[in-house]
């Protein structure tokens, strides 16, 4: 045996004591040494989906299990190897370095997991600043930031209180920082598999291992998760695709482990996908973060600006100016904190001291008429039925009595004009009944309120009751 043949035998025993034998053989049983030269290390594994999975998950420990040999190796190159030949010395695919040190927006958090944005399981890549350390609570977010905790405190073994956890809120209002929060918190102990994604990066997943004909491995991986956390629901397409991410979502919860969702809606709100999956969705915790009230506007800016005078130490914003931009821009935590940035940059590259006159000019489009309220069916349902003496029940049945059809058809009325739903999605939410039916009842009253006063007082009434 070689001396590099031989090093590398105890790298392999180092690397199966720290990471334990079922680990091993998943990922590095396959992984050969291909040579040692200067400060650099060249491994190959047999597929890319190997070589994304350790890149994003392993660098750090196979690199210091080489250190503990070889102090002067500083680099591992990672490659994929040919399956006629042990090297592709041209075709493979460059080689990624893996580094001891922490890039530099990482250092504050070197111990959170090292995040991939290529390749299959890489993971979707994680922002540094996502943590619960700089998530704001306040009275439109406390549950499901209490339910985060739960869940990224939780140990490997601990019984799951609730699965899946289902997130959903409007557009800047805090999804996203939660989940790389959980994601964060619960990578940086090493004890539990923790892996954040995007729907998009889901179905890039998923479709990749079908063209390379590796999807047992991905769907495998994918199971081994202990965390699966999944962004943006709202966007996975495909009937095979939400198959498989129906199957994954199955064996998880059954297997006990831990999976957290969010999208920008409520699970029976999500019409692009399969029936089964809506139901083992709504089957755990769903949980709605409000829209941002005042107060809880005045905390992020508060945060924001600390955050920023980490960088900047002289930067300040006076009282007067934060209760201006709490009180005027109310659409969403992003255009909070576009509203600093603008100050800070208008400050640091004119050097003068931000003023109330400043901000209001610096972020006057920014200050926009107060958001709707988002109405749902359900409370249509509930206001028509009260309103007209009659069930909710009775709505979605399929009674045909004249003190039913007209508070039904009132009700599919104001659904399709106070909501975004299309007309097979009411007339599901309205006993499954079908399209047509419910553009007949649209049409229907659409007429009579265009002569009958009497009915058009009614459902003015209504719609206000319901934008209140």
């Not at 190959?44 to 994304?52: D, N």
């Amino acid at each position: 045996m070689t001396m590099e043949q031989d090093r590398w035998s105890r790298v392999k025993g180092r690397l199966r004591s720290s990471v334990g034998e079922d680990v091993y053989t998943s990922w590095f049983a396959r992984m050969d040494l291909e040579g040692v030269q200067d400060e650099s290390v060249r491994l190959s594994v047999p597929t890319r989906f190997l070589k994304s999975w350790i890149q994003a998950h392993y660098a750090e420990r196979v690199l210091s299990c080489w250190q503990a040999e070889m102090p002067e190796v500083h680099r591992i190159d990672l490659t994929v190897r040919s399956a006629v030949r042990p090297v592709v010395p041209k075709e493979a695919p460059a080689p990624v370095e893996m580094r001891r040190t922490p890039t530099p927006e990482l250092r504050s958090t070197a111990t959170a997991p090292v995040s991939a944005n290529h390749d299959a399981l890489g993971g979707s890549p994680l922002d540094p600043r996502l943590t619960f350390a700089s998530f704001v609570v306040g009275r439109s977010n406390t549950l499901a930031h209490a339910a985060a905790r739960q869940v990224a405190e939780g140990r490997r073994g601990d019984p799951v209180m609730f699965n899946p956890l289902y997130i959903h809120a409007g557009v800047g209002l805090g999804k996203t920082h939660l989940l790389q929060a959980v994601t964060w918190a619960g990578n940086s102990g090493n004890e539990r598999k923790v892996l954040y994604l995007t729907a998009e990066k889901f179905m890039y997943g998923f479709v990749a291992a079908l063209k390379t004909q590796t999807a047992l491995a991905f769907k495998e991986a994918l199971r081994g998760i202990d965390v699966l956390v999944i962004d943006d629901l709202q966007f996975l397409q495909g009937k095979s695709t939400q198959a498989e991410f129906c199957h994954t979502l199955n064996a998880l919860i059954d297997a006990g482990r831990q999976v957290v969702i969010a999208a920008d809606r409520p699970p029976s709100d999500l019409e692009s996908l399969d029936d089964r999956v809506r139901s083992r969705l709504a089957g755990g915790l769903v949980v709605e973060m409000g829209s941002l009230g005042e107060e809880l506007r005045h905390g992020i800016l508060k945060s924001r600006v600390a955050a920023a005078r980490a960088h900047h130490a002289t930067f300040e914003v006076p009282e007067e100016v934060l209760h201006y931009l709490a009180r005027t821009i109310t659409h969403n935590g992003r255009d909070l904190e576009g509203a600093i940035n603008r100050l800070l940059a208008h400050s640091k590259l004119n050097n003068r001291p931000v003023t109330l006159e400043m901000a209001e000019h610096e972020v006057r489009d920014l200050v926009r008429p107060q958001e709707p309220k988002r109405i749902k069916i359900e409370d249509i349902q509930r206001v028509v039925a009260r309103q007209y003496n009659v069930s909710r029940s009775d709505l979605l049945s399929s009674r045909r009595t004249a003190n039913v059809v007209r508070p039904r058809q009132v009700a599919m009325y104001l659904a399709k004009t106070l909501t975004l739903r299309s007309l097979p999605e009411i007339g599901r939410r309205f006993g499954g009944r079908d399209h047509t039916t419910v553009l007949h009842a649209v049409r229907k009253i659409e007429a009579l309120v265009s002569k009958d006063n009497a009915l058009s007082e009614e459902v003015e009434s209504l719609k206000r009751q319901l934008q209140e």
